[in-house]
Nanobody, 126 residues
Framework: QVQLVESGGGSVQAGGSLRLSCVRS????????MAWFRQPPGKEREGVAV????????HYVDSVKGRFTIFQDNAKNTLYLTMDSLKPEDTAMYYC???????????????????WGQGTQVIVSS
């Protein structure tokens, strides 16, 4: 089990940038599949980017490709999401999530994410 704490949300104008952080504590020795999800107001939660901590490989949904970057700092046990060229439709509560890679031997957006942070709000104004 891991505990996840997000930070870095805020309000920004369209075209601006933000960087979200997710600090992982607890089991920091195992390999994890980690991801950023978001839930816009009145809509369902969706995954936007996923990363395997073992090698840093990442995948993105089409709507954020070329604008968002997911990466990790192993020394700080921290996952990041850099968001550039933000659009009003990126407005959402953003969540960090994780599951133990060794248990399932896979890492993908639709995976069995069982550990979740409390979320951080991102608001993009036009």
């Amino acid at each position: 089990q891991v505990q996840l704490v997000e930070s870095g949300g805020g309000s920004v104008q369209a075209g601006g940038s933000l960087r979200l952080s997710c600090v992982r504590s607890g089991d920091i020795s195992s390999k994890y599949c980690m991801a950023w999800f978001r839930q816009p107001p009145g809509k369902e939660r969706e995954g936007v980017a996923v990363l395997y901590t073992g090698d840093g490989s990442a995948h993105y949904v089409d709507s954020v490709k070329g604008r968002f970057t997911i990466f990790q700092d192993n020394a700080k046990n921290t996952l990041y999401l850099t968001m550039d060229s933000l659009k009003p439709e990126d407005t959402a509560m953003y969540y960090c999530a994780a599951y133990n890679y060794n248990r399932y031997m896979n890492c993908y957006i639709g995976g069995p994410f069982s550990n979740w942070g409390q979320g951080t709000q991102v608001i993009v104004s036009s």
